[in-house]
């Protein structure tokens, strides 16, 4: 029995044919023309796919809280939330690419989009530096800012970004912190160009690396690549790495923040104004859910993020009466959280303080601002 043919039950009878069955004309032009459309949208997903495709969807939008740790006898719970904002990281298939293509709360990436010259396989590791480096700078920023002093050490030179192709693609990794060059020790980022331009290229160098995971210290050998020379400046040996001091601060009181297995710097601010709110006696938030997206850096500005589409229908889903920002996400924020969820734009720790008073957060337990941060 085939499905073209009318099916008959069991314990029916089927009247006879009066005639031979006919032919069905229309069955081959039908099956060509199915298999022209599916090789017409198998093109046009190759041309467009690629298996270092992303899609970034809405992720979560959950309070900060759980993520902090400050000594009980300095924490002052609030009846309100601050929420930190992630989107979720999707591979993409030939299976999936069509229908996220035509997701409006989902956006399609290339992976260089994601690590910049950093190579693909570094992704994860990447993203898990970033937000090392972004939980430390906000409880050093929330600290400074409720009055006490942090005084911070350079332990090296911490590897932000390794070029591909370079001398340090298959040696070095985010997170890598280089603490001695040729058995001089290395406390910053400074001290190691100058190591470095000490050499020519096609120069093997020795240097002492502190891993980021599994945390350990291991020696390394790479030899150096010559960059050309550019404008006024002559050319030079290069490791090919973007690197930062690696400091680390003496806290006065001891504060943390576990984010589990969330990667990137874009929870900077939610987190420093979580550690606010714990350690003043005021509540922050006025009692309100208050969403919060964007990096903090040690001056207190704060810096834009990315996937704020994303992000905005996640916080549209938490119920949050307003959502805090980067002025650069201010129109693409209001664009999709919806018409209950007030989006403002904020560029420092200050003035995100001062928007959290307009819309009714207690700041008395908090010190006036000092100068260089009062804008």
């Known amino acids: ?25 229309w069955l081959v032009p039908t099956i060509t023309i199915v298999v022209v459309l599916l090789l017409i949208v198998g093109y046009l997903v190759t041309a467009h796919f690629t298996n270092s495709d992303y899609a970034l969807a809405p992720g979560s939008a959950q309070s900060v809280q759980p993520f902090i ?13 601050i929420l930190l904002v992630t989107v979720s990281l999707l591979t993409v298939t030939p299976f999936t690419w069509v229908s996220d293509k035509l997701n409006s709360n989902i956006q399609l990436v290339k992976v260089q989009q994601l690590t910049g010259n950093t190579p693909p396989s570094q992704l994860n590791q990447l993203n898990a530096v970033e937000m090392q480096s972004s939980t430390q700078t906000a409880v050093i920023v929330a600290l ?20 591909a192709g370079s001398p340090a693609a298959n040696v070095l990794v985010p997170g890598d912190i280089i603490v001695a060059f040729d058995g001089t020790p290395i406390q910053s980022d400074e001290e190691l ?48 790495i973007e690197a930062s001091t690696k400091e680390q601060p003496n806290l006065p009181i001891n504060v943390s923040i576990d984010p589990g297995n969330i990667g990137g710097p874009s929870a900077g601010l939610a987190f420093t104004l979580g550690i606010i709110d714990d350690l003043t006696s005021g509540k922050l938030t006025g009692g309100k859910i208050i969403a919060v997206t964007g990096a903090i850096n040690p001056d207190g500005t704060v810096g834009d993020v990315g996937g704020v589409a994303q992000k905005a229908v996640a916080v549209r889903d938490a119920h949050a009466v307003a959502f805090l920002v980067p002025p650069e ?15 403002i734009a904020v560029s420092t ?23 260089q941060l009062s804008s």
């Open 1 to 25: 029995m085939t499905t073209i043919n009318p099916m008959v039950p069991d314990g029916m009878d089927a009247f006879p044919p009066t005639a031979a069955p006919r032919t069905r004309t």
């Open 69 to 81: 740790t400050v000594p009980p006898a300095k924490l002052h719970k609030d009846t309100g939330q």
């Open 144 to 163: 400074r800012r409720l009055g006490y002093t942090v005084n911070l050490n350079g332990q090296g030179a911490e590897v932000d970004a390794v070029e």
């Open 193 to 240: 160009v100058t190591a470095i331009t000490k050499h020519h290229a096609g120069d093997r160098v020795t240097f002492q690396v502190q891993e980021f995971s599994p945390t350990r210290t291991v020696t390394k050998t790479a030899v150096l690549a010559q960059e050309p020379a550019s404008g006024t400046t002559p050319a030079h040996a290069i490791l090919g």
């Open 329 to 343: 996400e201010l129109k693409v924020a209001q664009a999709h959280v919806g018409p209950h969820v007030k989006v």
């Open 349 to 371: 720790l200050e003035q995100a303080l001062n928007v959290l008073q307009s819309l009714g957060g207690d700041l008395s337990g908090i010190p006036p601002a000092p100068a």
